[in-house]
């Protein structure tokens, strides 16, 4: 079953049978409540269609009307990504701004048809895949009329090719569909983001997102082979490849373009066989520098590990129980033809260089026979917590909850660390007061350096969290670009990093895109805001 034939929720991520049940929301209020000595209950979910919106501000000429919509719900459930304070506000009902309009084009003229009506009415487009930003990417601007343009019946694998090992997919596929399909050929895509069970195709190569490998292919950028996408000045459809010396890549400049050029209808996606041999290790670390140097040593030996995170004292203990003192590196290796035993040993050596401690009977290989690796003790534990996104058990709680990450490199990395945690740190002390906790784990290193995502959580202030979290955030935007980091390395720009990103970039580069943008949407129809404003 295609996973678009479930209901979306409107206030949590996934689907209305990934919500929490009453008894867990309960559950958790109950966890809050002992941990911060202020009694909270979980607020009321109120029904979708008790929510009043305001009227849409255009019509749908009866040429469209078979996949164009107006219908509220549709409109709300449009309305927001996945960011906590998003899912907070649907969850109070506050849909102040919806989109005008939804469109479900079935077809690659049915999409053209409808950014051609939109662009030439003056409405606004947001392109929407899975809506799973947690940027504001896929937020309605400002704006006289809004078009939300959803591709969740523009998916399926169009074809395969088994020689070259790549296949064509249409941008709405969703992650999981896409597995699903190639699993019987022997071939995955590989590429596992937190959000895999909801997010699509098209919004992975939009945002340049970043998968399940730590090492090497850490980005969706490649695993494309080439794409094919519509603007408002016609189609853009570059020349399957290898690889190409000729100019910059059309692909490249589209990769990470965030909707703003054009609305991606396909790709053709490089695959891989399926892995058979897998080894996995949990290394404990006396201290955080201690692991980030292991990590360090085992990424510049390109051993290219499949998993390389590492966690720090605090996230170690909350995620995989330890005693709240030592780091803990979870090491990985897969492969679909070689045996990864002397792999992993080789990290491990690594490891102990650096002050790791690991039992020798500790370290788990499957030497293709299906032995389970990396679900237990430690490694399992943080496995656990890791897998699967729910924003709605905190919901309305009272909390403070959200990440944010970067990249920076390793010469760089130990000052970046103290600055980033001493500003952060003392913004949430002023700000939430006690009670307040501050992580780091890396989610994926390079031979130059590490990506640190860091997660801060405290209690808020219930009605005034919107405020709370914007002083929060501008300092951790404050931190990381003053520092030299990348405001964003995976969760794309979107509305909310705009204040960073546009420090971070080179001017004439903006100058440059700018001009791109005024040659395929001369009239500034598609996602304006992200990005960049224009003139």
Same mark, same amino acid.
């Given at each position: 079953?295609?996973?678009?034939?479930q209901?979306?929720?409107?206030?949590?991520?996934g689907y209305?049978?990934?919500?929490?049940? &009453?008894?867990?929301?309960?559950? *958790?209020a109950?966890?809050?409540?002992?941990?911060t000595?202020v009694a909270?209950?979980?607020?009321?979910?109120?029904k979708? /269609?008790?929510?009043?919106?305001?009227?849409?501000?255009?019509e749908?000429?009866?040429?469209?009307?078979?996949?164009?919509?107006?219908?509220?719900?549709?409109?709300?459930?449009h309305?927001?990504?996945?960011?906590?304070?998003e899912?907070l506000?649907?969850?109070?009902?506050?849909f102040?701004?919806?989109? $005008?309009?939804? /469109?479900?084009?079935?077809?690659?003229? &049915?999409?053209?048809?409808t950014?051609?009506?939109?662009?030439?009415?003056?409405?606004?487009?947001v392109?929407?895949?899975?809506?799973?930003?947690v940027?504001w990417?896929?937020?309605?601007?400002?704006a006289?009329?809004?078009?939300?343009? $959803?591709?969740d019946h523009?998916?399926?694998v169009?074809?395969i090719d088994?020689?070259?090992?790549?296949?064509?997919?249409?941008?709405?596929?969703?992650?999981?569909?896409?597995?699903?399909v190639?699993?019987? &050929?022997?071939?995955?895509?590989?590429?596992f983001?937190?959000s895999?069970?909801?997010?699509t195709?098209?919004?992975?190569?939009?945002?340049?997102?970043?998968?399940?490998? /730590?090492t090497?292919?850490?980005h969706?950028d490649?695993? *494309?082979?080439?794409?094919?996408?519509?603007?408002?000045s016609?189609?853009?459809e570059?020349?399957?490849?290898?690889?190409?010396g000729?100019?910059?890549?059309?692909?490249r400049?589209?990769?990470?373009?965030?909707g703003?050029?054009?609305?991606?209808? &396909?790709c053709?996606?490089?695959?891989q066989k399926?892995p058979?041999?897998?080894?996995t290790?949990?290394?404990?670390?006396?201290?955080w520098?201690?692991?980030?140097?292991?990590v360090?040593l085992?990424?510049?030996?390109?051993?290219?590990?499949?998993?390389?995170?590492?966690?720090?004292p605090?996230?170690?203990?909350?995620?995989?129980?330890?005693d709240?003192?030592?780091?803990?590196?979870i090491?990985g290796?897969?492969?679909?033809? =070689?045996?990864?035993?002397?792999? =992993?040993?080789?990290?491990?050596?690594?490891?102990?260089?650096?002050?790791?401690? =690991?039992?020798?009977?500790?370290?788990?290989?499957?030497d293709?026979?299906g032995?389970?690796?990396?679900? !237990?003790?430690?490694?399992?534990?943080?496995? $656990?917590?890791?897998?699967?996104?729910?924003?709605?058990l905190?919901?309305?709680?009272?909390?403070i909850?959200?990440?944010?990450?970067?990249?920076?490199?390793?010469n760089?990395?130990?000052?970046f660390d103290?600055?980033?945690r !001493?500003?952060?740190?003392?913004?949430?002390?002023?700000?939430?007061?006690?009670g307040w906790s501050?992580s780091?784990?890396?989610?994926h290193?390079?031979t130059d350096?590490?990506?640190?995502?860091?997660?801060?959580?405290?209690?808020?202030?219930?009605?005034?969290?919107?405020?709370?979290?914007q002083e =929060?955030?501008?300092?951790?935007t !404050?931190?990381?670009?003053?520092?030299?980091?990348?405001v964003?390395?995976?969760?794309?720009?979107g509305?909310?990093?705009?204040?960073g990103?546009d420090?971070?970039r080179?001017?004439?580069? /903006?100058?440059?895109?700018?001009a791109?943008?005024?040659?395929?949407?001369?009239?500034?129809?598609?996602?304006?805001?992200?990005l960049?404003?224009?003139?």
């Amino acid at each position: 079953m295609a996973k678009w034939e479930q209901k979306r929720s409107f206030w949590t991520w996934g689907y209305e049978s990934d919500e929490p049940t &009453e008894e867990q929301r309960r559950g *958790v209020a109950k966890a809050i409540s002992a941990r911060t000595g202020v009694a909270v209950e979980p607020p009321p979910i109120p029904k979708l /269609a008790d929510i009043a919106i305001r009227s849409p501000r255009l019509e749908v000429p009866s040429n469209l009307a078979g996949w164009v919509s107006t219908d509220s719900e549709d409109r709300l459930l449009h309305t927001y990504g996945g960011h906590f304070m998003e899912l907070l506000a649907a969850m109070r009902g506050q849909f102040d701004n919806p989109p $005008d309009a939804v /469109a479900h084009p079935r077809s690659e003229d &049915e999409l053209e048809a409808t950014l051609a009506w939109a662009d030439a009415a003056g409405h606004k487009v947001v392109p929407y895949g899975g809506g799973t930003s947690v940027v504001w990417g896929v937020r309605p601007p400002d704006a006289e009329s809004v078009v939300t343009i $959803d591709l969740d019946h523009l998916g399926g694998v169009v074809e395969i090719d088994h020689t070259s090992r790549a296949a064509r997919v249409r941008a709405g596929m969703l992650g999981p569909d896409l597995e699903d399909v190639l699993r019987p &050929e022997g071939l995955t895509l590989r590429h596992f983001p937190q959000s895999f069970p909801w997010s699509t195709v098209g919004g992975w190569v939009a945002t340049r997102a970043g998968g399940h490998y /730590a090492t090497n292919q850490t980005h969706i950028d490649d695993m *494309v082979e080439s794409m094919r996408m519509i603007t408002p000045s016609g189609w853009w459809e570059s020349r399957r490849l290898p690889g190409s010396g000729a100019g910059p890549s059309p692909d490249r400049m589209v990769i990470g373009s965030e909707g703003t050029l054009g609305i991606i209808s &396909e790709c053709w996606l490089r695959l891989q066989k399926r892995p058979v041999y897998r080894a996995t290790a949990g290394i404990v670390f006396p201290s955080w520098a201690a692991g980030a140097e292991a990590v360090r040593l085992i990424v510049q030996s390109k051993l290219w590990p499949s998993n390389l995170r590492l966690l720090d004292p605090a996230e170690a203990k909350q995620s995989a129980g330890l005693d709240g003192k030592q780091a803990l590196l979870i090491a990985g290796f897969e492969s679909a033809d =070689i045996p990864q035993g002397t792999n =992993i040993q080789a990290a491990v050596a690594l490891a102990r260089e650096a002050g790791g401690v =690991i039992e020798d009977d500790q370290i788990r290989v499957d030497d293709g026979r299906g032995k389970a690796t990396g679900r !237990e003790g430690a490694v399992g534990a943080w496995r $656990d917590s890791f897998i699967g996104v729910n924003a709605g058990l905190t919901n309305g709680l009272g909390l403070i909850v959200d990440t944010f990450e970067t990249a920076i490199t390793w010469n760089r990395f130990a000052e970046f660390d103290g600055h980033v945690r !001493e500003k952060v740190g003392s913004t949430l002390e002023r700000v939430l007061g006690t009670g307040w906790s501050l992580s780091c784990r890396f989610t994926h290193v390079y031979t130059d350096g590490p990506a640190p995502y860091y997660t801060l959580m405290g209690p808020g202030k219930i009605g005034g969290e919107l405020e709370q979290w914007q002083e =929060i955030k501008a300092a951790a935007t !404050e931190a990381v670009v003053e520092a030299g980091g990348t405001v964003t390395h995976h969760h794309a720009v979107g509305r909310m990093h705009r204040p960073g990103y546009d420090q971070q970039r080179p001017d004439l580069f /903006a100058q440059a895109f700018k001009a791109a943008k005024q040659s395929l949407d001369p009239r500034a129809t598609l996602n304006p805001g992200v990005l960049f404003d224009v003139d």
